[in-house]
Each structure stands twice: as C-alpha cells, then as structure tokens.
C-alpha cells in the first residue's frame, strides 16, 4: 500500500532538508523565466526557492494536506506558485512543458519507478533537465530506517530489506548509477550522478527519536503496531531497538548527529 504522507507531521522533516533543495536549486540556476515542476513537493521547499529566483513553478504531491501546507507558505512570501495534488505516475502537467523538473526525496518513494520515469520524462521539454536527489544506502541514517523496516518485516511477514520475501521485487535503485542510465536510457536520456553528504542533528539520541515520531512512516507504522492486539508491546520493543541502534551509530556523543549521503541525479535528453 502507498503510503500517506498527509500522515503525521512532515514539516519538520521538510525543514531538516531545506538546505539540500537550496543546493540542487542553486545548481539549476538561472532560473528566471523557467518553467520549472517540482514533483513531490512536499512542503514547497524547492518550489518556494525556484520561485523567488523567478522560474514559473508548479508542485505536484500525492498528499493534499502538504499541497495546502506549500500554498500557504507560498502566500505568506507573496509569491506566485501554482500547487497540485498529483502523484509521479501521472504527473498532471502537459507534454515537453517543463524545462526544469525537480524532486527532493520524493519520487524515490514512487510504488512504480518505471512509469515515474516515463511520466518525468514525458513532461521535461525537449532541452530540459529532471534533477533529483536520492538517498545512498549503507550510512548511519539509513541503518536507523533498517531496524525499523526489519522489526515491522517481522511482525508482519515480509524480508525487511525493500522487499516481500512473497517474490515481489525490490525497490528501483534512484543512487546507482548503472541501474539510472540503462532506465532513463529507454527514454532517450542520458545521466550524470554526483554524491555529497549531508547530517542530522539533535540534543541526544531520544530528542532525535521524538523529533522522528511525527513524520509520515513513523506515524504509519505506528497506526499499523496499533491495530495488533499485542501493540503496545510491540511498539515498545521497537522504541528500544530504535534507542539502540540510534546510540550505536550516534557521531557526537555529546549531543547527536548522524551522516549519510545522497546522490544528485541529473538527466536530460541524448
């Protein structure tokens, strides 16, 4: 099942990310004049930030309560930005009309990467760019969302790991560059992939686990904990093994802070 990102509290998330949409977007300058989609908008941080540089923007997200929350910010700067609830298999824009086409952490979530990637490259104008960020696996971040994703394979079946374990493959690989180019490839793009590192930080292990309580997955998996008739159990031992492995891999033990990086995935027309 796809999962809600109108759930919880994303914003502070789309805070902590703030500073890689103003990185990417940085990197797509000059953007005045550009007509530019920003695909899993979220908040609107990217959107917000291409729009105050001038492009013409449009978000897109599949969660309707983040596209009212984006609006609203758009009207508090005074800018023009025009919010739609859509989601990456049908992106709601016309053919070859975006010359820009961004997406922070959004489109990686996508259930089907083929049609995202037929749907991206549809909308991208016939000189355009799609530039996109995606998490690398193997940081200490990434080893956190692990703990989480095996203790729920177990409680409800599944391997844990991006798949099933019923024969259900596992997920596209946005980072890696060989599996990108041979995707977009079949679209008549080429691709360039650049990694950097980014870190969160918090005052302690258990501020950075509260601080993580609100966002989407988290409020899901907790619905899902909730409906077990053992559930507050359960969702007891996973705060531990949380608590565990956040400790485990915490850099600042005077506070806290973990890295990880992520990829930077640029692709246009061949």
């Not at 007509?35 to 540089?53: I, M, Q, Y």
Request: with cysteine; hydrophobic share 45%; charged share 25%.
């Amino acid at each position: 099942m796809e999962l809600d990102w109108g759930l919880g509290r994303y914003e502070p998330t789309g805070e902590v990310l703030l500073p890689i949409s103003e990185v990417v977007v940085a990197m797509s300058e000059p953007l005045n004049g550009k007509r530019l989609v920003d695909l899993g908008c979220g908040t609107g941080n990217a959107a917000l930030l291409a729009a105050e540089r001038g492009a013409v923007v449009t978000g897109v997200d599949p969660a309707k309560r983040l596209v009212e929350v984006a609006r609203e910010r758009a009207a508090e700067r005074g800018l023009q930005v025009e919010f739609l609830a859509g989601n990456a298999a049908s992106i709601p824009v016309e053919d070859g009309t975006a010359e820009l086409l961004l997406s922070i952490f959004a489109v990686i979530f996508a259930p089907d990467a083929d049609a995202a990637i037929a749907e991206m490259t549809r909308v991208t104008a016939p000189d355009g760019l799609i530039r996109l960020t995606s998490w690398v696996p193997g940081g200490s971040m990434m080893a956190i969302n692990t703990v989480a994703g095996k203790f729920m394979a177990e409680v409800f079946g599944g391997s844990g790991n991006g798949g099933s374990g019923n024969g259900e493959s596992k997920p596209f690989a946005w980072h890696d560059e060989a599996a990108l180019k041979e995707a977009f490839g079949r679209h008549g793009f080429t691709v360039d992939v650049e990694r950097r590192s980014m870190h969160l930080t918090a005052g302690s292990p258990e501020e950075y686990l509260e601080n993580s309580s609100e966002h989407p997955m988290a409020v899901s998996g907790a619905q899902a904990l909730a409906s077990r008739p053992d559930g507050d159990a359960l969702a007891a031992e996973l705060e531990s093994r949380l608590l565990t492995a956040v400790r485990e891999v915490n850099e600042d033990p005077a506070a806290f802070k973990v890295s990880n990086e992520y990829a930077i995935v640029t692709a246009k027309r061949s």
